[in-house]
């Protein structure tokens, strides 16, 4: 029976290194390990048996939070973002969804009379087909980049 880790077997007896980078090291021996660190999700790949290029192991996942107080912008290194809107309602600008792999969790904290986030998309995309998306102390909501160029969808 294998495991999840079962190519690190084959791979620590040929593996004289591994490379963290973004660019492809193009080198030798096969199995080596590289973390692709290319995109917001970093990538595990080894070094193939004819050494012409690497195979996808997986993905390293790193879970960040962030808590935002004030008008900003959620950022591809987000996956975790907690709205404080204790000091007043304010809009959380999200980038653009053709950079984004990754779902996003938002949730609203600490409320005040009133005082929503407004979730507003980049340019024209929208979220399930709504130009922004307001939200108050307790909402959560967990969108995915369905479409490459226009819709966040809510799965949560």
């Known amino acids: 029976m294998s495991t999840p880790f079962e190519y690190l077997k084959d791979s620590l007896d040929v593996a004289q290194g591994a490379y963290v980078q973004a660019a492809d090291p193009g080198v030798g021996p096969a199995k080596r390990l590289w973390i692709d660190i290319t995109d917001d999700l970093p990538a595990l790949k080894k070094r193939n048996d004819d050494d012409d290029g690497f195979?996808?192991?997986?993905?390293?996942?790193?879970?960040?939070?962030?808590?935002?107080?004030?008008?900003?912008?959620?950022?591809?290194?987000?996956l975790y973002v907690f709205i404080d809107v204790s000091g007043g309602s304010f809009s959380v600008s999200l980038m653009d969804l053709a950079t984004r792999k990754l779902p996003l969790f938002l949730k609203v904290l600490n409320g005040s009379t009133g005082n929503v986030a407004t979730i507003d998309p980049?340019?024209?995309?929208?979220?399930e087909g709504e130009a922004t998306m307001p939200m108050a102390e307790g909402d959560r909501m967990t969108i995915?980049?369905?479409n490459s160029t226009t819709n966040w969808e809510i799965i949560q």
């Open 55 to 78: 195979d996808l192991l997986g993905y390293i996942f790193n879970p960040a939070q962030r808590t935002i107080a004030g008008a900003g912008a959620v950022t591809n290194d987000d």
């Open 122 to 127: 980049s340019g024209a995309q929208t979220i």
């Open 144 to 146: 995915l980049p369905r």
